[in-house]
């Protein structure tokens, strides 16, 4: 085999080895697109981990909503919900402050402590709860904060109150009461405004409370392959490619050379 006839057999393999490579890469992408797509349109159960072996709440859009229902019922009588978990993380002087401050709002302020667990049905997402109870809120504008044990969520509806968990001045003296009133004096300090975008930290495109902890902003039917990926798989493809190639002559070299001495 003569110089060019070698060049062209080692352009071959690397072509096609690289080729392959690609084709190989696009069909793993396109494989993993359509698991997402299932995934998504489907009932798939979401587990969260090998560890706890349990379907994450937060996930479930058929959560069991007796609960929210029974704590937003008991909010219309008194602006303050307490559950039996957290009877002694609060002082009546910050529970009576918060009821001073949150009576005749025309937006009111509703405020919930609860014991929050990654064990719960909503996996401890304080935010989460909140928006729960405002959705079963027979108002049609209202905030909800949750005071859970070492965390807090605010949820929205039907107007948005710009404050952040970073805007609010705690301390770490704090118990769970005076923390659950510095938000409130936090939230009647905040201009709201009637929420007119999905920009809410609290609301979801329809302008709904969040209820169900998912992120829907982007349609895996949409995904495409990205170019990175392809010129990725051909530069592998042209390595190992190079590689056979180059082995292939060595390996032709050292044959024709063995029956050139027998």
Do not use: C
Request: proline residues 3%; charged residues 25%; aromatic residues 6%.
């Amino acid at each position: 085999m003569n110089t060019p006839a070698k060049l062209g057999a080692a352009i071959i393999i690397v072509g096609a080895v690289a080729t392959g490579s690609s084709i190989y890469s696009h069909s793993e992408f396109d494989e993993a697109r359509d698991a997402r797509i299932v995934a998504e349109k489907g009932d798939t159960i979401t587990v969260d981990s090998i560890y706890l072996d349990r379907i994450e709440g937060r996930y479930d859009p058929n959560y069991d909503r007796s609960r929210y229902q029974a704590i937003a019922e008991s909010l219309q009588s008194d602006p303050i919900y307490i559950d039996a978990y957290q009877a002694f993380e609060v002082d009546d002087e910050s529970l009576a402050t918060i009821r001073d401050e949150v009576k005749d709002l025309d937006m009111p302020i509703y405020v919930a402590f609860l014991a929050t667990s990654q064990v719960d049905d909503a996996d401890g997402q304080s935010q989460l709860l909140a928006g729960r109870i405002a959705e079963e809120l027979p108002d049609k504008r209202a905030t909800v904060v949750v005071v859970g044990a070492v965390t807090e969520g605010i949820a929205d509806k039907g107007a948005d109150r710009r404050v952040a968990s970073y805007d609010v001045a705690t301390d770490v003296d704090d118990n769970r009461s005076a923390v659950a009133r510095r938000y409130v004096e936090a939230l009647k300090a905040a201009e709201s405004e009637a929420s007119k975008s999905s920009s809410s930290r609290s609301l979801d495109d329809e302008l709904q409370p969040i209820v169900v902890d998912e992120d829907t902003s982007t349609d895996p039917s949409t995904l495409a392959y990205p170019g990175g990926a392809a010129v990725g798989g051909a530069a592998l493809g042209l390595i190992v490619g190079g590689g056979l190639g180059i082995g292939g002559v060595l390996a032709w070299r050292a044959i024709k050379k063995r029956k050139q001495n027998t």
